[in-house]
C-alpha cells in the first residue's frame, strides 16, 4: 500500500499550544540586529508557551479483511434442511443445516445395546464397546451442522436432497471476530511504528470512524510499485461497526506515532545551537528585551519539539527568522519592507491563515 503522506495530528490542539502572540517588522539590514529602544531583534515572531498536548501521526491506506470459515460435514448423508441463507447473520453453535439421521439413529441404538448387556465380557472388550458408543452418539449430532463462529453466511454450496460427503466445504461464513484493515508502511516510515500503537481507522463510502491498534508487524518487506514497504494489520478495538463493515473495500488509517499529553512545546524554529553542542531559546524578558535560556529537548514532531526543561506555560519564545524568510514572509503576505506593523497584529495570508505553517 502507497504511503499517502505524513500529518501533524490535533492541529486545532497544536495552534492552541503556541499562541501567535504578534509580528513585529522594522526596516534593517539584517534580521538579527536588534531595535535600540527594546534590545529585540528587528525581526521576529513571539509566541507564548502553553502546556497541552502535542502529537504526530502517519497515514496509510488499506483494506478491509476477515478469514473465511469453510463448514464442511463430519458425516456423509442427503441433505434434508438447510435453515440458512447467503448473507444471513449467524451466531456460533446455530444450526446451519441438516443431514438424515435415521442411519445414525439406528447405529446409536445398536451400540448402546451392545454397551448395556456387555457385562460377562473382559474389561477392555468393554471398554471398546463404550468407545463405539460414544463415536455413535457423536456421529448422531453431527447429523446437525452448527456454525463453527459467529459471523454472515457467505455462500451456500446445497439445497435439499444433496448427497454431501466430508471433503467438501458445503458453506462458508465470514468470522465477524477477525475483521482488521491489512496495509503497509513505506520503510522511511517503518522506525517510527511499534506493535500496540493506536490508529484511528476511516471508511469514507460508510461515514464511520473507529479506533485501532497496530497488532502485528510483518518480519519481511515487500515492493509495491517499486516502493519498499512493510505489511501491517491493525484490529478494532471496540465492535461498533463489525456488522457493517465488508471486507475488501478500502480505509484510511492514521497510526498515532507520537503523542504528549500536557507537555510544553515550540517550534522547532524556535530552537538554536549554542555553544559545546547546547540548544538554547531566545525568551522575552519582562522588560521587553530578550535573553539566552538553555533547553532540554525531548521528542518531535514534523513541527514542534518538546521542552524538558527549561521553559515553562507563559514564557513567551521569539523566533528569529533570517533575512531570506524575512524577505519571503513580506513578500507572501504583501508586506511592504520599511512599513513596520504595530504589535500584536497577525498577518493574514492569501487563505485567512497566519504566516508560518505548522505553527
Same mark, same amino acid.
Given at each position: ?65 476477515? @478469514? ?6 463430519? +458425516? %456423509? &448423508?442427503?441433505?434434508?434442511? /438447510?435453515?440458512?441463507? =447467503? *448473507? !444471513?447473520? #449467524? ?49 448422531? @449430532? ?6 463453527? +463462529? %459467529? &459471523?454472515?453466511?457467505?455462500? /451456500?454450496?446445497?439445497? =435439499? *436432497? !444433496?448427497? #454431501? ?195
Amino acid at each position: 500500500m502507497k504511503k499517502r503522506g505524513k500529518v501533524t495530528i490535533w492541529t486545532i490542539v497544536i495552534v492552541a499550544i503556541v499562541v501567535v502572540v504578534g509580528i513585529i517588522f522594522f526596516p534593517r539590514q539584517s534580521s538579527l540586529t536588534t531595535s535600540e529602544s527594546s534590545g529585540l531583534p528587528s525581526i521576529y515572531l513571539e509566541y507564548e508557551v502553553k502546556s497541552d498536548g502535542v502529537g504526530d501521526s502517519i497515514e496509510v491506506v488499506g483494506n478491509i479483511t476477515a @478469514e473465511i470459515e469453510s463448514v464442511i460435514p463430519k +458425516v %456423509s &448423508g442427503e441433505i434434508v434442511e /438447510v435453515y440458512v441463507e =447467503k *448473507g !444471513d447473520e #449467524v451466531e456460533e453453535g446455530q444450526i446451519l443445516a441438516k443431514i438424515d439421521d435415521l442411519d445414525y439413529q439406528i447405529a446409536y441404538l445398536n451400540a448402546l445395546n451392545d454397551y448395556e448387556s456387555s457385562t460377562n465380557v473382559g474389561e477392555r472388550m468393554k471398554e471398546v464397546k463404550r468407545l463405539q458408543l460414544e463415536k455413535a452418539k457423536k456421529n448422531l @449430532e453431527e447429523t446437525e451442522i452448527k456454525s463453527p +463462529v %459467529s &459471523g454472515i453466511v457467505n455462500t /451456500v454450496n446445497i439445497s =435439499k *436432497g !444433496d448427497m #454431501v460427503g466430508t471433503t467438501s466445504a458445503i458453506l462458508t461464513i465470514v468470522d465477524r471476530s477477525t475483521i482488521k484493515v491489512e496495509t503497509a508502511v513505506d520503510e522511511i516510515d517503518f522506525p517510527l511504528i511499534n506493535e500496540g500503537m493506536d490508529a484511528t481507522i476511516r471508511i469514507d463510502p460508510l461515514n464511520l470512524e473507529e479506533p485501532g491498534k497496530i497488532t502485528w508487524i510483518s518480519p519481511t518487506t515487500q515492493t509495491d510499485m517499486g516502493v519498499v514497504v512493510i505489511p501491517i494489520e491493525i484490529e478494532f478495538t471496540q465492535n461498533n461497526a463489525q456488522n457493517l463493515l465488508t471486507p475488501g473495500i478500502t480505509a484510511d488509517v492514521e497510526i498515532v506515532t507520537l503523542k504528549l499529553e500536557n507537555t510544553v512545546a515550540v517550534p522547532k524554529d524556535a530552537i538554536h545551537e549554542g555553544a559545546n553542542g547546547t540548544k538554547i531559546v531566545y525568551k522575552k524578558t519582562s522588560e521587553g528585551g530578550m535573553e539566552p535560556v538553555q533547553v532540554q529537548t525531548g521528542k518531535e514532531s514534523d513541527s514542534m519539539i518538546e521542552i524538558t526543561q527549561g521553559l515553562k506555560p507563559g514564557d513567551k519564545v521569539l523566533i528569529l527568522p533570517s533575512q531570506e524568510e524575512a524577505q519571503r514572509i513580506m513578500q507572501n503576505y504583501g508586506i511592504p519592507m520599511g512599513i513596520p506593523m504595530a504589535p500584536g497584529t497577525v498577518p493574514q495570508g492569501p487563505g485567512g491563515g497566519t504566516g508560518r505553517g505548522g505553527f
